[in-house]
């Protein structure tokens, strides 16, 4: 059978019988009319067909991940994951993901199961190539659907649509943990003795399951609008983590690799063989106070675009902004407080009555902090000065709060408090004057020698002594790196 093209085809066919006894046809382009009548002039014959080429939607996976409740955990469960990449430790690495994000989202929240069969009724609905399906409705001949996506999200969408014979890939197989190929999909399932007397309709022309059929037919990519809506509910760090310079990398290297090793050093080394216990309890509370900060980063950003005539505003601040609410940074804030509390209570060696007195103690200083930033954010900038110190101080002195810090500690936190500030008041009060790294993170470490090594000598103690050389080590290793660095840079210029 051969058909005649026509000026306005958006489909390609070739037909062909098998590959033993001809060689294959030139695709040809046909329009959906053409493709449908086609279709419809064998009704006996059974016919395979691509999801996408009855379902305009362009990614299921990504709109059933988009879409899970509750919103908030399933984000920062995505967010963590994203962030953790546990697929790298698994054979094929980066096609596991897709795999990993709905088997973990589907054991936490198995609900969603449930509930994206009842949306899957209104996606097929609106989503439909209605044309193509009603004629392969209509037809005498099997009709199987197959799609690459899982199970869970396949199978609802394409029985919503009125097939029941659908193929999709196992969430719980190991051979679901890759982007397995359609003809691994579709040979390998009950209906693959079908598939060589069969129609395969695929918007894929290198599809290799075209070769194993009689009549392949090859849809061209239509026109889908983008159904998935990004999940923009409130997920802790995550406004810094698109937002803040670097880009994706804030919390590594603002807190994880310059401020939270200051803070442990500070605090929890003096609590010697609890150590491991207080310091999860300074990880936590710290965590608790940078969910707090964030929500003033958002706020300032938020006032910059309102009032400034010209705001510095993150290039993506149209996609992320408002999702950082008022309400929920305090309930995260407040959770991991008390649970930081019992772990630093613990590893302080006191009672676990001490543990409201240091959650209402933490949480005292992150209303502290918070309140300093409401008045930051609404100030001029010469006039932000004061209160972007004061800031500074109660980030890394608030600690005072809640752990016992040595004279060496003391010595850690007034380095980092000026490390942070100093930059800041030159940007403000000099913005015509190039500000360097390099002598900045030299200078941090020798105010920590002026307070630390005094300290170690007036009170010559194992614990003080360990800090001392700890501190030194920490931050004569940024100083130094720093310097190579710019070393190199300056090399290469």
Avoid at 340 to 358: D, H, N, Q, W
Avoid at 414 to 428: E, G, L, S, T
Avoid at 451 to 473: E, K
Wanted: positive net charge.
């Amino acid at each position: 059978m051969e058909l005649q093209q026509t000026k306005d085809d958006s489909f390609p066919l070739r037909e062909e019988t098998a590959k033993s006894s001809r060689p294959m046809t030139a695709s040809s382009s046909y329009g959906q009319t053409q493709l449908t009548g086609f279709v419809e002039s064998k009704p006996r014959v059974p016919v395979f067909v691509d999801a996408q080429s009855v379902l305009d939607i362009s990614n299921p996976t990504e709109l059933f991940l988009s879409t899970a409740q509750p919103a908030t955990a399933t984000a920062t469960t995505l967010s963590l994951l994203d962030g953790l990449q546990p697929w790298r430790l698994l054979p094929g690495a980066e096609k596991n993901r897709d795999w990993i994000r709905v088997l973990i989202i589907l054991m936490l929240f198995p609900w969603n199961w449930i509930l994206w069969r009842k949306r899957a009724d209104e996606l097929a609905k609106d989503h439909s190539n209605q044309p193509l399906v009603d004629i392969l409705k209509r037809r005498d001949g099997k009709v199987v659907v197959f799609s690459t996506d899982f199970t869970p999200i396949a199978a609802p969408l394409i029985e919503a649509l009125g097939f029941s014979n659908h193929i999709s890939a196992r969430p719980l197989s190991w051979r679901g943990q890759q982007h397995i190929s359609t003809d691994e999909l579709v040979l390998g399932s009950p209906f693959s003795k079908l598939v060589s007397s069969s129609i395969i309709i695929s918007d894929s022309q290198e599809e290799p399951l075209l070769d194993s059929c009689q009549t392949p037919v090859v849809s061209k990519p239509r026109t889908i609008s983008n159904t998935i809506q990004p999940n923009n509910a409130y997920v802790p760090l995550r406004y810094i983590h698109l937002t803040k310079n670097p880009r994706r990398k804030f919390i590594e290297y603002a807190w994880l690799k310059d401020d939270l090793y200051v803070v442990l050093l500070a605090c929890s080394v003096t609590t010697a063989a609890l150590f491991p216990l207080h310091a999860i309890g300074v990880v936590l509370a710290s965590l608790a106070l940078w969910i707090t900060y964030e929500a003033g980063y958002h706020e300032n950003d938020v006032l910059g675009e309102a009032r400034e005539a010209d705001p510095v505003l993150p290039s993506n601040f149209a996609e992320v902004k408002g999702t950082v609410p008022t309400v929920l940074p305090w309930v995260w804030a407040g959770g991991l407080t008390a649970v930081a509390s019992v772990f630093l209570t613990i590893g302080l060696s006191r009672s676990l009555t001490t543990a409201p007195i240091l959650a209402l103690g933490w949480l005292i200083t992150l209303a502290s902090v918070r309140t300093v930033f409401f008045v930051f954010n609404r100030l001029s900038k010469p006039m932000r000065v004061i209160p972007h110190l004061l800031l500074q101080i109660g980030k890394y002195g608030g600690f005072a709060v809640i752990s016992a810090i040595s004279l060496v500690g003391v010595g850690l936190l007034v380095a980092q408090v000026i490390y942070r500030w100093f930059p800041y008041a030159v940007y403000r009060w000099h913005p015509e004057k190039t500000f360097i790294e390099e002598p900045l993170t030299r200078t941090r470490l020798v105010i920590f020698w002026l307070i630390a090594i005094p300290a170690v000598i007036l009170n010559p103690t194992v614990i003080l002594g360990v800090q001392l050389v700890l501190g030194s080590l920490c931050l004569g290793r940024r100083a130094v790196s720093t310097h190579l660095r710019l070393r190199t840079i300056q090399a290469a210029a």
